[in-house]
């Protein structure tokens, strides 16, 4: 059951807190994603709408892929002395996924939280606070909180937070075919409809814009497919030499899993990218395994059927190491 009172009560809290502050910043994890970084987009217009002046603040900018969101107008980068009085942490909860700005969190005199994630132990403090794992993503949750402020924005506002909305939604449901899917990503997507969004140039923007180059390093990194299991298990991945060669940077690599995910017969899908030498990022899908188990024992985090972390060693030890963790892990219950 999803705490729909939450949301109002967070809303509040949050805009009672915001008249008080001098300096505002909206940030989220590490690599942002199309649920993280648009939600951050869409709450910035929102609260410029109510008369507040905030920062968008991330951990780089290798953000192209939003430019049909004018992001480059909207974020900066940390600087490592940026200093906040409010610090709003949207689609994560917890330390661990802030590197650098971990510092100008912990300097902030409050912080908010709002996240889907499934709660690790580690919850950093924060004045308020709403997490709620079943939401279908963060968008969905932010649309819950200020739903009338939204209403009341000019026609030109209401479509650019509607297009940051609706993004989350192509991110964290793969197109509405990801088991999240749910009546609340539909009704949601019905909403920014209504605000006068296009929903099939979103989709063509955001899930289909990519370049020659990035397809031929897709097809390098589809031709790594290993199949483990009788065919259930399928582990892809990617080097820093495909991005050198194709002379692109790790943005190329978002939502690959996608291309893989549901082929017939695989249950569960794990792609390594490396990010230096003897370190990879894992991103794990399973219809059956809870991959965030494994990915909270390597420092990680996410949902229960999709979930990454970093793991130290050569390729063939980390694919090794995590094909023992699947072997092992808890089967979902079906």
Known sequence: MINLSKAKQCAQTLLEEIS????????????????????????KRILQH????????TDDLSLERYSFLQVFDHVKPYDGKMRYDLVFMIDLHDSTRLDARLEMVSQARHVFVIDHHEVRNDLIDCTCCWIEPKAVSTGWMLHEMFRDEIRQLKSEDKIYVGNCLYTTLLNDTNNFVNANTDSHAFELAAETCGYGINPSELYRLYMTSRTPVEMRLLGQVLSTIELHDKGHILFVDSSLDMLEMNNLDKEATSNLTRWVQDLKGVDSVVYFREESVGLYRLSMRSKIYNVNSIAIKYGGGGHLQASGCMMKGSLPEVKRITLDELHNAERLAQ
């Open 20 to 43: 008080q502050a001098r300096t505002v910043c909206l940030t989220t994890h590490v690599n942002p994603d199309g649920d993280g970084l648009c939600s951050c987009l869409a709450l």
């Open 50 to 57: 109510q008369g507040y002046e905030v920062d968008i603040v």
